[in-house]
């Protein structure tokens, strides 16, 4: 049989809007909070099935609006994540942490991490698919209420409306050796302006090493896109579109992997850190 030898080099790709007066301000997080965790380790030689599914919404006003009032920020996330063997050794640890919390820079709401290997046994394969999409947008503020620098002056302490979705996802498909790792997360709920929401994803993927092959066997695929919708915050334009920015980045190997990375970050905000 015919190997292919695939080297992919990891990717980071990053969305920065640099510019002060345009970006996400988040809303803050409701006064009754949840925070939950999931943590699950398998080691089982046959059948296995996992799905996972988390879909969250917040409004800096309410949730009843079909329109965005004045100062009013919305943002989501959903999350899903399956996996299927039909036999096989599959050894999985993975934990999914949710916090509703207000976060600062270099924290998340939502965060979850997974390494699993497997090997096939009499034809068997496995299937994978985790997905991460956040949405955020929000109406003209002029808000106390969002960070600026101290120097600014009063008529400074606005921002434009905005629309903005990003999204992750990885798909392996009839794996029958590999080792595998994946990491995702997402900020959307700030206390204040200062703090830009961000949706960081990894997958490595390699030989297991439990296997004498030398690489792993099977397709993988991974895209991560972005549309980005920005007002300005003069009075004449703070509704109408002034910047847009859409990307898509898609790859797929199949075959013998030697190493599959690919990472990608995201941060929109009024200050990037």
């Given amino acids: ?41 398998i080691d089982v030689i046959g059948f296995v099935r996992t799905d996972t599914e988390m879909s969250w919404t917040i409004s800096g006003g309410t949730l009843e609006s079909k329109k965005f009032g004045s100062d009013e920020t919305l943002a989501s996330l959903l999350y899903k994540d399956s996996m299927m063997t039909n036999g096989g050794h599959l050894l999985l640890s993975s934990s999914l942490d949710f916090d509703s919390r207000n976060k600062s820079s270099g924290l998340y709401n ?86 830009p929401s961000a949706l960081s994803y990894r997958i490595d993927l390699t030989p297991n090493p439990a296997s004498s092959l030398g690489y792993a066997v099977g397709s993988v695929t991974t895209e991560f896109s972005a549309d980005i919708m920005e007002a300005r915050s003069d009075g004449s334009s703070w509704n109408k579109t002034s910047a847009t920015n859409t990307m ?10 030697i190493t599959f990375s690919k990472a990608f970050d995201y941060q929109s905000g009024l200050r990037i850190t």
């Fill in 1 to 41: 049989m015919y190997w292919i030898r695939l080297y992919v080099v990891a990717i980071m790709a990053l969305f920065l809007i640099p510019v002060p007066i345009w970006g996400d301000f988040l809303p803050n997080a409701t006064p009754e909070n949840q925070v939950f965790s999931i943590t699950t380790l």
């Fill in 110 to 195: 939502f965060e979850t991490d997974k390494v699993f290997t497997y090997e096939s046994m009499e034809g068997s394969h496995l299937v994978a698919d985790e997905y991460l999409v956040m949405s955020t947008g929000g109406n003209y503020s002029d808000s106390g209420n969002i960070g600026r620098c101290v120097f600014a002056s009063d008529s400074s302490a606005s921002a434009p409306a905005f629309c903005n979705t990003v999204r992750a996802r990885s798909s392996l498909l009839n794996v029958n050796s590999a080792q595998v790792s994946t990491s995702a997360k997402s900020r959307i709920v700030a206390a204040d302006g200062s703090v």
């Fill in 248 to 257: 898509k980045d898609k790859a797929s190997v199949s075959g013998g992997i």
